[in-house]
């Protein structure tokens, strides 16, 4: 492509069908503790 | 829905639905403004849209961008479907306890201005958990965690070093039986650093897989608000003991966490500070707090609040390309295995996997929820809980709240904290507004610096 650069795997929808299994960290355990920031947080299921 | 915005450079275009981020040139940026949805593609790019950028693109360029755009759209990565409502709207979870926010001290030894937990009283007096209680809350989280592995314990106030030695207690009983049941316990710590010494980091280094250390920014940001009962300033006591301790952790797996309000909205400044004080993981938030306060930030505010996350983003990046970079926990996103959508529907997970348990074992939905008996849950010694408040929190998520719908931001925030909104509107479901504001502005820089990392490599 020449007018755009894609720069993720858009796999939001595949994660729908498998994901859900609840492993992953309670965001608010993180730092903020005030406000729900859930993007920067990682799948347990990522290598 | 797409959102498209410019920042450092670069045009930024995101797919909400899929999740995906493009860099796009003029052309096709400009060209987005004639495309409504649902887009249906055409064998060539319309007349409209022709002749709306004629002036400015030649009419190869044209074609082309138009070609791409059916292209990405085709891939699933643009204008792409919410499928997402059926999964919200059958929403079964079935949730189990996973993490608990222990307050084991209802006390502290700094007065900080803005502290909404009342000065550490969270508004029912000065207390201490026994181990007995921290113990029970363990019991509970390993009866109530299902076939949960993971289960997290923070360790909250107050102030939790003022009630140390039953913290080591809870962990090394939290442990034993981790091993018995087959749970793997994280704990984290959240403390403002007065009392930490050698002792203390060496237990805290080896038990705790994150430490959240309290700090504002410079000394005066910091001092004007977190000061001891005597009116004394907190700065020089902890910097240099979080500067070891942070060190001692390799420069990760905690994070200097601070709190920003209306007496420095200039906040930028501070985080930089701390950046400089050699601390390579920082967290710096807006204060929370009714309008009525001094300290409190307002719609008044979010020109200035934007502005400076943008100049922080500028030198944020101007540092990671000059081989110096730092984290900033608002910045971070993880655009490639962040979590799943089922984890994006639903957030934090305060009332049903997150709850917080008080100095004598009561458990409310959060830590902010600590204190409003309206929100009792029951105890621990009880070994369960109101199941109403329970379904009311769980069955909460981004398509319950008719605020988040046209939102581009929802996924990335999960419609927003459950204590703001019912705080400010009374209601979980309906977001805190000034809050959101933030959270757009910083999702916003978050992407633009992954983009630009990611170009840059």
Same mark, same amino acid.
């Given at each position: ?47 | ?64 961008s138009y070609a791409e755009i059916c292209a990405l759209v085709s891939a699933g990565q ?47 007096g000065r207390s201490l958990m026994s181990a007995e209680v921290g113990k029970k809350a ?240 029951? @105890? ?16 909460? @998520? ?60």
């Amino acid at each position: 492509m020449k007018h755009v650069q894609t720069l993720n795997n858009a796999n939001l929808k595949n994660s729908a069908k498998h994901g859900g299994c609840g492993e992953c960290q309670t965001s608010c355990q993180s730092a903020c503790k005030t406000s729900c920031t859930v993007a920067n947080q990682k799948c347990e299921q990522a290598n | 829905m797409i959102h498209k915005y410019k920042q450092l450079g670069l045009n930024i275009v995101m797919d909400v639905y899929s999740g995906a981020v493009h860099v796009v040139d003029d052309v096709m940026f400009d060209m987005l403004d004639y495309i409504l949805e649902p887009f249906m593609p055409e064998s060539e790019c319309p007349e409209y849209i022709k002749e709306g950028l004629k002036d400015e693109y030649s009419a190869e360029e044209i074609e082309e961008s138009y070609a791409e755009i059916c292209a990405l759209v085709s891939a699933g990565q643009l204008f792409t479907d919410d499928c997402y409502a059926d999964i919200a709207t059958n929403w079964n979870k079935q949730s189990v306890v996973k993490a608990l926010c222990l307050h084991v001290a209802h006390d502290c030894n700094l007065r900080c201005k803005y502290c909404f937990a009342d000065t550490g009283e969270f508004h029912g007096g000065r207390s201490l958990m026994s181990a007995e209680v921290g113990k029970k809350a363990i019991d509970f989280v390993i009866n109530n965690s299902g076939s949960r592995r993971n289960i997290e314990i923070d360790y909250f106030g107050g102030e939790p070093l003022m009630n140390f030695e039953v913290v080591k207690e809870i962990t090394e009983y939290a442990k034993e039986q981790g091993k018995l049941h087959d749970k793997n316990f994280r704990f984290t710590i959240t403390t403002n650093g007065i009392l930490l010494n050698d002792d203390i980091m060496d237990y805290i280094n080896e038990n705790m897989s994150n430490v959240v250390l309290s700090i504002d920014g410079t000394k005066e940001t910091n001092d004007k608000v977190r000061y001891r009962v005597d009116g004394s300033g907190s700065y020089d006591t902890i910097v240099p003991k979080f500067q070891k301790i942070a060190e001692s952790r390799n420069q990760d797996n905690y994070y200097v966490r601070g709190t920003f309000t209306a007496y420095n909205v200039d906040f930028a400044k501070d985080v930089i500070h701390l950046a400089d004080l050699g601390f390579k993981q920082t967290s710096v938030e807006p204060v929370v707090a009714p309008e009525s306060e001094d300290y409190a930030l307002t719609e008044a505010h979010v020109e200035k609040v934007c502005a400076e996350y943008d100049k922080l983003t500028d030198e944020y990046v101007k540092r990671y390309d000059e081989g110096r970079g730092f984290n900033f926990f608002h910045f971070m996103v993880d655009l490639d295995q962040g979590p799943c959508a089922i984890k994006r529907l639903s957030g934090c997970g305060a009332g049903h996997e997150y709850l917080a348990v008080t100095p004598e074992g009561d458990i409310y939905p959060c830590h902010q929820f600590v204190g409003n008996t309206d929100f009792k849950m029951g @105890n621990v010694s009880e070994g369960k809980i109101d199941e109403n408040i329970k379904n009311h929190f769980e069955r909460s @998520n981004v398509y319950t709240k008719e605020k988040c719908s046209n939102c581009f931001a929802k996924f990335y925030c999960s419609g927003g904290c459950s204590a703001n909104a019912y705080n400010f509107n009374k209601d979980i479901n309906k977001p805190y507004e000034l809050a959101c504001e933030f959270q757009k502005k910083r999702l916003e820089c978050a992407i633009a610096i992954e983009a630009h990392k990611k170009l840059s490599k």
